[in-house]
């Protein structure tokens, strides 16, 4: 019964060690490729080091004359506590790391609204639940002609002031996606079409006020969920058409001149 009592702590401490040795080479790895700092994966270290020296001097126990179990209960104490801090850290990290993959793959850089594949997975998961929204367009006009005329450098600008317009005036009342170079797309948590015409004025009369130097504007049309039809590529259709009127009214009228 003893013997098999001393291989079964031999057991333990040799599966112990080699499990901080694989550690060890795994948090080196890591911390060089991910260029993480190493100090978490010292506590990890630490602490798992602590185990297998409590597990080690649980396997010699009858060969040591001085009673070693406080040390052991130290050992195999203060090393959880100190991998329990690890995995915290390491808990947050990962948190942190997923909320990051989730913006790359759903967010638009340049702007900081959603890209085409975010804010398509935001109106599928609203037509899913049978929400009532409303889909706006947004076109960015003379985006060409200030590219040309003033470089790159201020159509950049051009369009990350547009979309901070948009996404500013919505707030917490939709989602904003850029869907092309100057082009934009939002889905409206609104109930009352008059709150969506006073949502269109004000990004108009901002957007004017704004860019007047370039006698740029902006072309706005929207659409109802329900209303106008029950798929995306049906509403998209009838406020595409309605954003395109908004932009003939906009040449007719010389708006922001």
Do not use: W
Request: a positive charge.
């Amino acid at each position: 019964m003893n013997t098999m009592v001393e291989l079964r702590k031999l057991i333990v401490f040799l599966l112990s060690f080699t499990f901080l040795l694989y550690l060890l080479y795994v948090g080196i790895n890591i911390s060089k490729k991910l260029r993480i700092r190493r100090s978490p994966f010292f506590l990890m270290i630490s602490g798992v080091g602590l185990i297998t020296l409590g597990t080690f001097l649980d396997a010699i126990d009858k060969f040591i004359d001085v009673g070693i179990k406080n040390v052991i209960a130290a050992c195999f104490t203060f090393g959880a506590i100190l991998f329990v801090v690890f995995i915290i850290f390491l808990s947050n990290n990962f948190v942190c790391t997923v909320s990051l993959l989730y913006e790359d793959a759903n967010m638009d850089k340049m702007t900081g609204a959603y890209n085409r594949k975010g804010i398509n997975e935001i109106f599928q998961r609203s037509i899913a639940k049978q929400n009532s929204f409303y889909l706006m367009l947004f076109d960015l006009d003379e985006t060409k002609r200030l590219n040309d005329k003033y470089g790159h450098a201020v159509g950049d600008k051009y369009i990350i002031g547009a979309s901070a317009i948009i996404k500013d005036t919505i707030g917490n009342k939709g989602f904003v996606g850029r869907i092309g170079g100057d082009e934009f797309i939002a889905l409206l948590k609104l109930e009352n079409e008059v709150d969506v015409e006073k949502i269109k004025k004000l990004i108009k009369d901002q957007f004017c006020e704004s860019f007047k130097q370039y006698g740029a504007n902006i072309s706005i049309g929207y659409s109802r969920f329900k209303e106008d039809g029950q798929e995306f590529e049906e509403i998209f259709q009838i406020a595409d058409k309605n954003m395109y009127d908004d932009k003939k009214s906009n040449k007719k009228n010389k708006a922001c001149f």
